[in-house]
């Protein structure tokens, strides 16, 4: 359950808005999903784009990255307000803000995403995706992969912009996590659609759905006794404070989604829709080096703390991991069906045709 401040927080926020909207007429473009104006748009306008992360994250540079390509390349006619984690309210509330358009744009991430569109949770299944990250750009950045989830999403009253990579989910507990049998009744925090669960349920481990902000005190308390996230996020949201380990095991990265609201971007005007174009496009090409040096330096400041210790797995004590995750493909596609298949299929398929050609290469270049 969202937390009673949570509650309050958007509900405070969200009157502001409505009062602001109240007393200055909306221009095209930053009229909520019901608008019907189609008059020329009164420049600026102002854009609402909501974070699932807090500031100095993955999400906080990336949107103040894309608030100053958006402004830029529409010389200003675009304001963009950036809503940090916290301030609307639990990532499950901040898409139904987007669906309903109370939001014009917002981080949605698979771990909770999958509960309203169940297609997304291919990306909470582990040892999908390479081993290689610049092969995960790639997947990512595809436009295969935006056709394969832009219907999904679109059902839903959402606009699929794009995906963007925030590194490994790294596993945090007092003990390492070496094996499947490590995780044999251990409590451990995941996202709150079901199929995150299961990804962990398949090591044998108490799977706890909680929200990202509850966290902390859940661990302090010992409600749980693990949970899993980027370096950036153990970091910032200071889960190193109260875990003694960190097992570095790559099953899998942290995916989230940009996304709109669906009748929001239909009724844009083209100048505006081709702006907002643009100015993905600028960002998708920073973001992925961003994640990379924001990850990198963050664990560098855990490890500057010298309280925690830090595995590695092997090549074998992966492969353990992978077996054992094998089964929760098969879970995914009975609950998602024949479109989840397909779009399991595809990805597995596109990231070994990268590799393979990778791999030509790099024999090509010795």
Not at 81 to 103: C, E, H, K, M
Not at 227 to 254: C, K, L, W
Request: aromatic residues 8%; hydrophobic residues 35%; glycine residues 6%.
């Amino acid at each position: 359950m969202p937390s009673v401040h949570l509650r309050l927080l958007s509900w405070l926020t969200l009157t502001m808005m409505m009062i602001a909207g109240c007393s200055d007429p909306q221009p095209e473009g930053s009229s909520t999903a019901g608008s019907t104006e189609t008059s020329a748009p009164e420049y600026p306008v102002t854009w609402r784009f909501a974070l699932e992360e807090i500031e100095g994250s993955v999400q906080h540079a990336y949107a103040l990255e894309f608030k100053e390509r958006i402004e830029s390349r529409s010389d200003g006619n675009i304001e963009l307000d950036i809503f940090p984690y916290g301030s609307l309210g639990t990532s499950a509330q901040l898409t139904d803000l987007t669906r309903d358009g109370s939001v014009h744009l917002a981080f949605a991430s698979p771990g909770h995403l999958a509960e309203t569109v169940p297609e997304v949770g291919v990306f909470t299944l582990h040892f999908v995706l390479s081993d290689d990250n610049d092969i995960n750009r790639q997947v990512l950045a595809s436009d295969e992969l935006m056709d394969l989830f832009s219907e999904s999403y679109a059902e839903h009253d959402m606009k699929l912009l794009g995906f963007v990579p925030e590194g490994w989910m790294v596993w945090t507990a007092n003990k390492p996590l070496r094996t499947p049998d490590d995780f044999s009744g251990l409590k451990i925090r995941t996202m709150t659609a079901p199929i995150s669960a299961e990804a962990y349920r398949a090591y044998g481990a108490d799977p706890r759905p909680t929200p990202y902000s509850q966290v902390y005190s859940d661990l302090q308390l010992q409600r749980i006794e693990a949970q899993v996230n980027p370096v950036f996020a153990i970091e910032e949201m200071g889960f190193y404070e109260v875990q003694s380990t960190m097992t570095f095991a790559r099953p899998a990265q942290f995916v989230a989604s940009v996304v709109s609201n669906q009748q929001w971007y239909q009724q844009l005007p083209d100048d505006q829709k081709q702006w907002l174009s643009e100015a993905l496009a600028d960002v998708g090409e920073q973001s992925y080096q961003q994640q990379a040096e924001l990850n990198a330096s963050r664990l560098d400041r855990i490890l500057s703390d010298g309280n925690v210790t830090t595995v590695e797995l092997t090549e074998d004590e992966r492969s353990r991991f992978r077996e054992a995750s094998l089964p929760v493909r098969d879970a995914y596609v009975e609950t998602v069906g024949e479109r989840g298949e397909k779009i399991l299929e595809e990805i597995l398929a596109l990231v070994n045709r990268l590799e393979q050609e990778q791999s030509a290469q790099n024999t090509a270049r010795d």
